[in-house]
């Protein structure tokens, strides 16, 4: 009998025993998981921070129907396109306002880095040099290049080799500076800060032509009597236009991934194309 209760008493105590330490790991572990939880809360990311101010900052260059331009509506100056829809679309998701800043196209990713803006929406290329500086999302939309010309010169310009040492323009900052440099031989490449100057230059016969994405060289060709566009087209390696963040912004990168996903999956990307094409039109 006293042996019995002895052996019973230390049973007890082995179990205590294990309770404790079983609880004492849950504990452990859960107050582990709790100091997870408070130090991540601590990092404030870009994205709680654009949800806190409640609104996001784009910055674009709204020199490039249909990806983003000037329109006047209801006597009003404004910046459309379907860049600009993508990005109200982003911000509706995310529950904030969206406020524009126009600027030069070469002073984008700078604009990004010194957190003057909070994503880049330009028709812009994520290529390896952008890539080292800022991220991207996935591709929302591709194109190959056109190239501009003035209707003087239809009949001269009709090959890559016709425009063998022509003077050729591209947008400063703009990839392509680098197709013109690789595409056409001895190039006398032109570049300035914005597309109207660039295309100016061609209707004053100031340069021989001008790189830009096709769809944009289609809206001026449309609008301009004076301008032409070659049968030629160039490709870049790689493919398309996506949106920029700073660098390391992860969760506000897979917060607009998302969006672009329903965008794409859902066709809205295409009525946007086709709606900023006929805003352009109806210039
Ligand atoms: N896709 C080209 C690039 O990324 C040109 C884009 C120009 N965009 C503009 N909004 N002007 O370099």
Redesign the pocket.
């Known amino acids: 009998m006293k042996k019995f209760s002895k052996l019973s008493i230390i049973s007890v105590l082995l179990g205590v025993l294990v309770l404790f330490t079983a609880c004492s790991t849950t504990t452990g572990g859960e107050s582990n998981t709790k100091d997870d939880t408070s130090s991540n809360e601590e990092i404030v990311t870009k994205l709680d921070k654009i949800k806190e101010s409640g609104k996001i900052v784009l910055g674009?260059?709204?020199?490039?129907p249909p990806?983003?331009f000037h329109k006047e509506i209801d006597g009003e100056d404004q910046i459309v396109g379907f860049d600009v829809e993508i990005a109200k679309a982003i911000a509706h998701d995310l529950g904030v306002e969206l406020e524009i800043k126009d600027m030069d196209?070469g002073g984008l990713l700078m604009a990004l880095n010194d957190d003057k803006v909070d994503f880049v929406i330009?028709?812009?290329?994520p290529?390896a040099d952008r890539k080292k500086v800022v991220d991207f999302s996935e591709i929302y939309y591709t194109a190959v290049h056109g190239i501009v010309i003035n209707t003087e010169n239809e009949g001269n310009f009709k090959t890559v080799e016709d425009l063998a040492g022509k003077r050729v323009g591209a947008?400063q900052?703009?990839?392509?500076e680098d197709i013109a440099l690789e595409k056409i031989e001895n190039v006398d490449l032109k570049s300035l800060a914005k597309?109207p100057d660039l295309i100016l230059e061609v209707k004053n016969n100031k340069i021989d032509a001008v790189v830009?994405?096709k769809p944009v060289a289609d809206s001026y060709v449309d609008n301009n009597s004076d301008l032409k566009l070659m049968d030629l087209t160039f490709d870049d390696g790689e493919g398309g236009?996506a949106v920029a963040v700073k660098k390391g912004s992860t969760d506000l990168v897979e917060a607009i991934d998302q969006t672009l996903e329903n965008l794409i999956n859902n066709g809205s990307i295409d009525d946007f194309v086709v709606e900023a094409i006929e805003m352009v039109e109806s210039e």
Do not use: H
């Not at 330009?122 to 290329?125: F, K, L, S, V």
């Open positions: 674009t260059s709204a020199d490039y990806y983003e196209f330009a028709g812009m290329t290529d947008q900052g703009a990839i392509q597309i830009m994405e236009s």
